[in-house]
Every structure is written in structure tokens, then in C-alpha cells.
């Protein structure tokens, strides 16, 4: 048994794409020489699904994530939304208690914070939508 990910994007048309891991981790990881022109100056929806392989073939997923990417005039990821992103998943962990404090104190800034990251950073596909992912992440 082993595991595979599979990444996909999503254009405004709801054509699903597959992005090839190692291609989607460049971009992420801001790798200067990789571009998409085709997606200049456009946020783009992308699904990324973990499966469970046997021998070989996907048998069961482990793992679906919905989320965005934006890019650039130049078709490059865009840093700042990057940031931005990465920076509100730091803020959802929680806060710990410092010494002396209360035990009344409540911290909820992890909480909006997760709030936040749902609502500026993920996105919900329909049924159908899903269901085409899905097949397309078994082929």
C-alpha cells in the first residue's frame, strides 16, 4: 500500500485540470522559474486529494483539500496572497496560556483565525463538481 496526490485547478468554466505534484509544489513554493500565463491576473480554485493506492491503482481517499491560488501579471504565484494565507494558518494554532493567568481567560483569536482561512481560502464545490474531481483523481 502506499499513497498519491493528486492536484487539480478548477477555472471559472468548472474544466478541471490536473497539475502534476511535483509542478503544483514549485508553485507553491514560489519557484521563480515556473509560471502559468494562462492564469495571469487570476485566482484559480484547485483540489487536492490524497489517496491510498494498492498495487499501484487508488483504492480510497484519504484526504480532500479545496482551496485558491492567485497569480500575477506574469502568470506566477502570487507572494502577498501566499503570505497572507500562510499567515492566518499560523494564527488558527492555539494560544497557550501564559503563567499566572486566569483560568477565565479565553482565546479565541485562533478561532477566527480559522474562521477567516474558511472563508478567504477554501472554497465548497458542488455535489456534481465533486463527483467529477473524484473520477478524474481515480483515472
Not at 4 to 16: A, G, H, L, V
Amino acid at each position: 500500500m502506499g499513497l498519491s496526490i493528486r492536484q487539480f485547478f478548477i477555472d471559472e468554466d468548472e474544466k478541471i485540470v490536473r497539475i502534476p505534484a511535483a509542478r503544483f509544489e514549485r508553485i507553491r513554493n514560489r519557484d521563480f522559474k515556473e509560471s502559468l500565463p494562462q492564469y495571469k491576473n487570476s485566482r484559480i480554485r484547485y483540489a487536492e486529494i490524497i489517496l491510498e493506492l494498492e498495487n499501484r491503482k487508488p483504492v480510497s481517499i484519504i484526504r480532500i483539500a479545496y482551496g485558491y491560488l492567485q497569480f500575477d501579471s506574469q502568470g506566477k504565484i502570487d507572494e502577498n496572497f501566499l503570505d497572507q494565507e500562510r499567515q492566518v494558518a499560523i494564527n488558527m494554532m492555539p494560544s497557550l496560556a501564559m503563567p499566572g493567568e486566569g483560568d477565565n481567560v479565553i482565546y479565541a483569536s485562533n478561532r477566527f483565525a480559522k474562521k477567516k482561512f474558511k472563508n478567504e481560502f477554501t472554497w465548497k464545490p458542488s455535489y456534481d463538481l465533486e463527483q467529477e474531481i473524484i473520477t478524474k483523481a481515480f483515472e
